[in-house]
């Protein structure tokens, strides 16, 4: 079956630093989504692409729908403390079902 | 906009019991939601998929006769978890598409399920 490989598994970074996490797949997606999810809550839409090669940026957030279909990476910039958070890439076609990958835990030293 | 409304946001319930789960989309039609189940510190693994006035589609491994969903409106699709079991507790989310392509996935707040 479809499997997202997401990457780093958890970060624990200074205040400020920009933070960088990708995911990539053994299939081909029409969409790749970006979520943060907070402790006891659904998971909040950052970014979602729909392009090959699309860039798209939301405030300190940026990502990437790889070229190949295969992969995504979302960058966070000048990182804050409420960026704590479990971060979700998600791939899929519109309308369908999404495959999640396993989260990136992020934790901010103020 | 495109806001999914999801209750109750925790439940406690005994061994044995069953308990509903509404999901309802306020604002626009959700002829589709999909029901995902996620234990603590896992990702989102999706159970099941609701389409208005048709059967819903179970993943593999999801027993159908357990989870019984029903999406008999365009603003209201219900997970019921029947027969509670411990094993059963976890987090139950649901996810509807944003009309108009290009708007991707709401999510539901999600309902915390404690089986005792």
């Known amino acids: 079956g479809q499997q997202l490989n997401q990457s780093p598994q958890s970060m624990f970074i200074q205040e400020g630093e920009d933070v960088s996490m990708n995911c990539t797949s053994s299939s081909i997606f029409n969409t790749w989504l970006w979520y943060k999810q907070d402790p006891g809550e659904g998971p909040v839409l950052l970014i979602a692409?729909?392009?090959?090669?699309e860039l798209t940026s939301n405030g300190r957030l940026t990502a990437q729908f790889g070229i190949t279909r295969k992969d995504s990476f979302l960058n966070i910039s000048a990182s804050i403390p409420s960026d704590v958070g479990i971060y979700f890439c998600a791939g899929g076609e519109y309308g369908n079902k999404l495959v999640f990958g396993a989260g990136t835990i992020l934790r901010v030293k103020s | 906009g495109a806001v999914v409304s999801q209750h109750p946001s925790r439940v406690i319930c005994k061994s044995g019991t069953s308990v509903k789960i509404e999901c309802r989309s306020l604002?626009?039609?959700?002829?589709?939601m999909f029901w995902y189940r996620q234990f603590p510190k896992q990702s989102l693994m999706l159970m099941a998929t609701s389409n208005e006035g048709s059967k819903a589609t179970y993943e593999q491994g999801v027993e159908k006769d357990k989870f019984l969903i029903n999406h008999a409106s365009l603003t209201l699709s219900t997970l019921t978890v029947t027969s509670a079991h411990p094993e059963d507790s976890s987090f139950y989310i649901c996810?509807?598409?944003?009309?108009?392509?290009?708007?991707?996935?709401?999510f539901g707040s999600g309902t915390r399920l404690t089986v005792v």
């Open positions: 692409l729909y392009k090959a090669g």
């Open positions: 604002d626009f039609q959700a002829t589709t």
């Open positions: 996810s509807a598409p944003r009309p108009g392509q290009g708007h991707g996935y709401t």
